[in-house]
């Protein structure tokens, strides 16, 4: 298998981290999205969609989303599950992941790409190229707010998003809360839940990677 | 289990056409979102997110998102499976459902939200009320077109967006193409594979519920 990472983007650190908690290892080449890699005919014959992550699988599969890497890494070696093994389990995690991905990673990227000098012509990821759209960025730091607060309303009597386990969900939601620093944006002190599971998923060696 | 619907929106009509696939029959109720129903008391008393699909599962799991439902329902009713049996079907097909959700499903409804004076401060589902931003609708359109190119690419030499089965990847694109119609957007027919892959499905009868 072949992983395409990005140290610093969130999206590859999701598959990043995914792949460090099941103890896999996977050959990985680095491509700089600050140095506009993604765009270079190199990798756009990788992925025409110029996105990271990509997994190059051992059936010669081309997997370019986060949510096809974590169900292919989980079914194809099932030990250390991460997305559930019942269907109440598998049903509650892809459900945390999907609602942190458009209720938390959504609007740090659109605040994110919508005020960066840096970003500007490149308001979205792909081959196509978008202005920015300033209201987007003001409205992305007051839905990630309200982000935070559904995640502590979530974590009440709870280790992780979905119970007594670290999941999938966990990675997708954590990824994106510490991607807020970029936007100057952190759970406030007083969301007592949801600051204890950030700092317990802080301290997981794969986070660190 | 008990299903929550609403007969006019892409979201539910999603999960709609996967039980119906499935053959499933599960009870049904309407939530009209027309007359903002998703808003009242009893509504956020069993979804505070205010949005549908809705699944309760005889677990007594509320499931709040397609990806979720979807995913309980395949694994706890194997029969007929819509996401796959080997990692490598199971990846392709969760790939192209996220992918026909941001690349498709996002820019439909950021033009109709955005534009639709029905909507007006009603920019984005949920709880919250959220301001709409004329450019958003803009980029919406030209997005679709976009879209509409990438599932064309996809399907040469295909019956189905991931080989010759029909699945949740195929309910997702399709849906979302469907509902293009509300922002006046239809695939061009100089796109042959994209159209004839439309009219297969648009002729299943789960597509006409």
């Given at each position: 298998?072949?992983?395409?990472?990005?140290?610093?983007?969130?999206?590859?650190?999701?598959?990043?981290?995914?792949?460090?908690?099941?103890?896999?290892?996977?050959?990985?080449?680095?491509?700089?999205?600050?140095?506009?890699?993604?765009?270079?005919?190199?990798?756009?014959?990788?992925?025409?969609?110029?996105?990271?992550?990509?997994?190059?699988?051992?059936?010669?599969?081309?997997?370019?989303?986060?949510?096809?890497?974590?169900?292919?890494?989980?079914?194809?070696?099932?030990?250390?599950?991460?997305?559930?093994?019942?269907?109440?389990?598998?049903?509650?995690?892809?459900?945390?992941?999907?609602?942190?991905?458009?209720?938390?990673?959504?609007?740090?990227?659109?605040?994110?790409?919508?005020?960066?000098?840096?970003?500007?012509?490149?308001?979205?990821?792909g081959p196509a190229n978008f202005e920015q759209i300033p209201e987007l960025a003001t409205r992305g730091v007051?839905?990630?707010?309200?982000?935070?607060?559904?995640?502590?309303?979530?974590?009440?009597?709870?280790?992780?998003?979905?119970?007594?386990?670290?999941?999938?969900?966990?990675?997708?939601?954590?990824?994106?809360?510490?991607?807020?620093?970029?936007?100057?944006?952190?759970?406030?002190?007083?969301?007592?839940?949801?600051?204890?599971?950030?700092?317990?998923?802080?301290?997981?060696?794969?986070?660190?990677?």
């Amino acid at each position: 298998m072949l992983f395409y990472d990005c140290a610093t983007a969130p999206s590859p650190r999701r598959a990043r981290m995914f792949i460090a908690e099941k103890g896999l290892e996977i050959e990985t080449r680095q491509v700089s999205i600050a140095d506009r890699e993604q765009l270079s005919d190199a990798f756009l014959a990788v992925n025409p969609r110029a996105t990271v992550p990509v997994l190059i699988t051992d059936e010669g599969d081309t997997l370019t989303e986060n949510s096809a890497i974590s169900t292919y890494l989980d079914a194809r070696f099932p030990d250390k599950p991460l997305m559930g093994t019942t269907p109440s389990e598998k049903a509650q995690i892809m459900m945390w992941s999907s609602i942190a991905e458009a209720q938390g990673g959504m609007p740090v990227a659109e605040t994110l790409r919508n005020s960066n000098p840096a970003m500007k012509g490149r308001a979205l990821p792909g081959p196509a190229n978008f202005e920015q759209i300033p209201e987007l960025a003001t409205r992305g730091v007051a839905r990630v707010k309200l982000f935070f607060e559904l995640l502590d309303g979530q974590l009440q009597g709870k280790q992780f998003l979905t119970g007594d386990s670290f999941t999938y969900a966990d990675i997708t939601a954590f990824v994106f809360v510490d991607f807020a620093r970029v936007i100057k944006q952190r759970i406030p002190e007083e969301l007592a839940a949801a600051t204890d599971w950030y700092t317990r998923i802080k301290a997981r060696p794969s986070a660190a990677l």
